[in-house]
């Protein structure tokens, strides 16, 4: 690597298939790690494992939010307000359901966090429970580096791919502000993603799910509870199979830990002081056979949907377009996506050249090679899937897929 500085590679210590079956987790289990651990090693438990954990030590030690936006361990909402006061925010409110969300507005930042001084105040009474969420802040201000990525979750495909789309300013990088007693409700990631979050201040309480516990926490009709805590559970009638949940981990996050949530992994959060997080989406050569999954199971779950309607000239792309508003991706733009992801790391290999990622982490020849042969294996699945070689983009594309398969070949 060029780069003389190795502090800031994440690397593994063989690019093939790392030989693991994920271990099953069992009621009282959850891992703790520590700002110690080796990247390769955590790569192996928790990410190639789909394994949560939690990242103890002080994750935020250098992050300029842990050092600007907090005062006594709590927000400091005057130098908040001063900075950042003006831009508008998306808002939750946690006491009113909409469908099986929280119904959200956007306001200025300024009048959350007036409401949030307020809230304080009257003792967390008498007031709505407002979250400030999703709140895109990097796109905001790009120029303020207020954290960068625990090296742990650097090889961050979707904010790499997203990040570099300049027509559309969208990425799943977050930050979240909730008084004492807000929350999220039960939910699985976007795309069957992982997340990761970290407190810049603050205490959260994680409930997770192993993938398959969640069918144990669905209605008779098939619809997930909306709060996993709720006493309705209990009513056999409503929720038949909640007495077969066998799985559940709970776990109190502290201030400056980070927690890792692994693809499938149904979760919900609940704010135990006033607190602000640090919150990513991502997918990488780890979890991409997952998302693959995903985006096929939901496809047929749109052609299902609209079965009456197969004759209809344009059929399969009309279900595509469902498919991009239902999932947030459809079959096209995830090639774009895996070709985008593999260019460059070709790009790597070919000119000797390094690949820094977001948060100046530089990417190791061997993670390079593991990348592209997570690639390969998706894109020679999705070049001979019924459904990929119905659409006119793919028809249109002729033998590129299979000439960058061979390119792949040849690099790894």
Not at 125 to 152: A, G, S
Not at 372 to 385: A, E, G, N, R
Request: proline residues 4%.
């Amino acid at each position: 690597m060029l780069n003389s500085d190795t502090s800031n590679v994440i690397e593994l210590n063989t690019p093939f298939e790392l030989d693991i079956s994920p271990k099953q987790a069992t009621k009282d289990e959850l891992s703790f790690t520590n700002t110690d651990t080796e990247y390769n090693t955590f790569f192996k438990h928790y990410l190639y494992g789909n394994i949560p954990c939690v990242v103890r030590g002080t994750v935020t030690k250098n992050w300029k939010s842990a050092n600007e936006w907090i005062k006594n361990n709590k927000p400091d909402f005057s130098y908040i307000n001063e900075r950042f006061g003006n831009v508008t925010v998306p808002v939750a409110n946690c006491d009113e359901k909409y469908y099986n969300v929280q119904k959200k507005t956007s306001i200025q930042l300024s009048e959350f966090i007036s409401y949030w001084q307020d809230y304080i105040k009257k003792s967390y009474t008498d007031m709505p429970c407002l979250y400030m969420k999703d709140w895109h802040f990097t796109q905001d201000f790009p120029e303020e580096n207020i954290y960068r990525v625990p090296k742990y979750f650097a090889s961050d495909w979707l904010n790499e791919y997203y990040s570099a789309k300049k027509s559309i300013r969208d990425d799943y990088k977050f930050v979240y502000m909730g008084p004492k007693g807000s929350w999220t409700p039960l939910h699985a990631d976007v795309f069957t993603s992982y997340s990761w979050s970290v407190n810049v201040c603050g205490r959260k309480r994680w409930l997770l799910f192993p993938p398959g516990e969640e069918e144990c926490l669905r209605n008779r009709h098939g619809h997930l509870v909306y709060d996993a805590g709720a006493p309705e559970l209990e009513d056999e009638k409503l929720y038949p199979r909640y007495k077969e949940l066998r799985v559940s981990i709970e776990v109190i996050q502290e201030a400056g830990e980070a927690i890792f949530v692994p693809s499938g992994w149904h979760h919900q959060v609940w704010n135990l002081e006033d607190t602000i997080s640090i919150n990513h989406n991502w997918v990488n050569g780890c979890n991409i056979e997952t998302m693959w999954s995903s985006l096929q199971s939901n496809l047929m779950a749109v052609k299902k949907e609209v079965e009456d309607c197969k004759d209809m000239e344009g059929w399969d792309e009309h279900c595509q377009l469902m498919l991009q508003a239902m999932f947030g991706m459809n079959y096209e733009e995830f090639y774009v996506f895996l070709s985008y992801i593999s260019r460059r790391r070709l790009d790597s290999l070919k000119n000797g050249t390094p690949l820094i990622l977001f948060g100046n982490w530089e990417l190791g020849r061997n993670h390079i090679v593991f990348d592209l042969m997570k690639v390969k294996k998706i894109l020679l699945s999705f070049i001979s899937d019924i459904d990929t070689r119905s659409l006119d983009f793919f028809k249109n594309l002729g033998d590129q897929p299979g000439q960058l398969c061979e390119e792949i070949e040849n690099y790894t």
